[in-house]
């Protein structure tokens, strides 16, 4: 059942894109460059980077890449560092001449790093220093061929790029003592660079751009195969959507979400470079204090985030001091939005909280909220141009409008398959190109999508379903609860029962008042019975609450 928006949205927003606008990534790097060349394109920590900047220091590196490494279109290489400039200067490098990106997460255990550089079959590692030892003890059993090492000042300016560095090295002692003697210096690659012939590479749509490793939360991580269709074509989906409302090369994204992660990737990193925006990198996040520091000194008016980020800049102070004149558009991914987060938001800052709907395999949106939405809606809104959405039953048969039921995803963003997964890849992409998402979906009259939640979440109290996200949406509406997390644990009489973990905003809650609201706003199949109360909630890097993780609590 293919939504179309001509239908539903008044702003003319096209059904289909069209995907002749850029040949490759590549092809969309220079015609930005051209377009943009002296706007600012990256900033972080007081250096602006401008796209002529970019334009420079990425021929430099990927003159190192091929012609001195030797390195090939097809060849794998590996990012592994946090939102610093150097990212977005690697990751074009590397693109431009037809390299695949493996984006690798920092915060890897040695196991999964390991994991993850064998499977892909990595030639090359682009790391930052301080996490080069997780790196050196399982080097020798990786393909890896040559390691660049880089510092987080290595690309401001002097003499803060030196302050910086000594101060993390020798005042913070954040960087662990590592010995890898091949390695070469991210400065050094930049320097002999400059002196090599650069020639980029002819690419086609077909080609691969990425291997995006999965979060592993179904068993081993998988590599999603997405190419330069796949990536292009929901950046003009996005494009699409968004354009009427954003303005080339006057607009400022707040980048917190890591450039590694699938969706800050394709909504900051691409669609910033498309647009001619100013991206702002925030390396930590998590400093809260930090982060609304350089807030404070932005005109941002675009950010991406998920739920918790959001929830903890709100209860943060001074977030809301803050000049939000020139936001235009808050855009949450990655898990679903609390009604009582998306509230405080729309309060706190006038402009209301836009959920969106993907996955790494879609590269990742599928849905999205019209921007002319004002309040919270709890819906994933309708699938982008050129998208259709299915909700099929357990017999693979489409159901009624408004019943429950799997997602299933066909559209141009939807990856090849699995790296070197035929079994897998079977799994999830049927012979007519749809995808199974794995989530629980319903679809009302108007083509709009709401996601109840995960398949294998899905509590069953005495043969009834119940879907931890809403019992975590309405738990999180009680005023003394900052976060919450909802499974489903063995329980005699009725099978299973529900139990919550609570981070509490007041520490003056109690078991009785949350289970007195809950029983006030729950049936009673789907009352919490067991409540426990915790520090923090254990999260992947993006900040999505790890379920599975809450059963060893």
């Known amino acids: 059942m293919q939504q179309r928006w001509k239908q539903h949205y008044?702003?003319?927003?096209?059904?289909?894109?069209?995907?002749?606008?850029?040949?490759?990534?590549?092809?969309?790097?220079?015609?930005?460059?051209?377009?943009?060349?002296?706007?600012?394109?990256?900033?972080?920590?007081?250096?602006?980077?401008?796209?002529?900047?970019?334009?420079?220091?990425?021929?430099?590196?990927?003159?190192?890449?091929?012609?001195?490494?030797?390195l090939k279109k097809g060849d794998r290489i590996a990012i592994m560092m946090p939102n610093i400039l150097q990212y977005p200067v690697v990751l074009f490098a590397a693109l431009r001449v037809g390299l695949v990106v493996v984006n690798t997460n920092p915060l890897y255990t040695k196991?999964?790093?390991?994991?993850?550089?064998s499977d892909a079959g990595c030639k090359a590692i682009v790391i930052l220093d301080n996490?080069?030892?997780?790196?050196?003890?399982?080097?020798?059993?990786?393909?890896?061929?040559?390691v660049i090492t880089t510092r987080i000042g290595d690309l401001l300016d002097f003499p803060k790029s030196v302050l910086i560095n000594f101060i993390i090295k020798h005042i913070k002692k954040m960087i662990p003592a590592y010995d890898l003697p091949d390695a070469i210096s991210f400065k050094d690659v930049l320097a002999q660079g400059a002196k090599l012939p650069h020639s980029d590479e002819q690419l086609q749509h077909s080609d691969i751009a990425f291997l995006q490793y999965t979060g592993g939360t179904t068993g081993v991580a998988k590599g999603a195969v997405l190419t330069h269709k796949n990536m292009l074509a929901n950046l003009l989906q996005a494009q699409a959507w968004?354009?009427?409302?954003?303005?080339?090369?006057?607009?400022?994204?707040?980048?917190?979400?890591?450039l590694y992660h699938i969706f800050s990737l394709t909504a900051n990193a691409l669609f910033a470079l498309e647009l001619g925006a100013k991206s702002v990198l925030i390396t930590n996040p998590r400093d809260y204090k930090g982060f609304i520091k350089t807030l404070s000194k932005e005109k941002f008016s675009y950010m991406t985030g998920v739920n918790t980020l959001f929830n903890k800049l709100l209860n943060t102070p001074g977030?809301?001091?803050?000049?939000?004149?020139?936001?235009?558009?808050?855009?949450?991914?990655?898990m679903a939005?609390?009604?009582?987060?998306?509230?405080?938001?729309?309060?706190?800052?006038?402009?209301?909280?836009?959920?969106?709907?993907?996955?790494?395999?879609?590269?990742?949106?599928?849905?999205?909220?019209?921007?002319?939405?004002?309040?919270?809606?709890?819906?994933?809104?309708?699938?982008?141009p050129s998208t259709e959405v299915s909700i099929r039953d357990e017999y693979d048969s489409e159901v009624e409008l408004g019943k429950r039921g799997e997602l299933w995803v066909r559209g141009p963003q939807v990856m090849r398959g699995y790296w070197n997964r035929p079994e897998e890849t079977a799994n999830i992409l049927d012979s007519e190109g749809w995808l199974r998402t794995g989530d629980v979906a319903i679809m009302d009259e108007q083509g709009s999508c709401k996601i109840v939640d995960r398949i294998k979440d899905m509590i069953i109290v005495s043969g009834f379903n119940v879907y931890p996200n809403e019992i975590e949406d309405i738990v999180a509406c009680l005023d003394k609860v900052l976060e919450v997390g909802a499974i489903g644990v063995p329980a005699d009489a009725t099978g299973e029962e529900v139990k919550i973990f609570i981070v509490k905003k007041d520490d003056s809650l109690t078991k009785e008042e949350v289970l007195a609201y809950c029983k006030e706003n729950l049936t009673a199949y789907k009352r919490p019975r067991q409540v426990v109360f915790v520090d923090e909630l254990p999260k992947t890097n993006i900040g999505k609450v790890l379920r599975r993780e809450l059963r060893n609590l």
């Open 131 to 146: 996490f080069a030892h997780t790196l050196q003890s399982v080097l020798k059993n990786t393909p890896i061929e040559t």
């Open 337 to 384: 939005v609390q009604q009582s987060v998306a509230t405080k938001w729309k309060k706190v800052t006038g402009v209301p909280l836009v959920e969106a709907y993907g996955l790494t395999e879609t590269s990742p949106a599928v849905c999205v909220n019209p921007l002319t939405i004002t309040e919270y809606t709890g819906m994933i809104g309708m699938p982008l």
């Open 319 to 334: 977030f809301s001091d803050l000049d939000f004149s020139h936001l235009k558009l808050s855009l949450a991914g990655g």
């Open 242 to 258: 968004a354009g009427a409302d954003l303005q080339g090369g006057k607009e400022v994204m707040i980048t917190a979400l890591p």
């Open 111 to 117: 196991r999964e790093l390991q994991h993850q550089l």
């Open 10 to 70: 008044p702003k003319g927003i096209p059904t289909e894109i069209n995907l002749d606008e850029y040949s490759s990534i590549a092809d969309l790097f220079h015609k930005s460059i051209r377009k943009h060349g002296d706007l600012p394109a990256f900033t972080n920590m007081g250096k602006i980077l401008s796209y002529d900047d970019l334009d420079r220091l990425t021929r430099q590196f990927s003159a190192y890449l091929t012609s001195e490494l030797g």
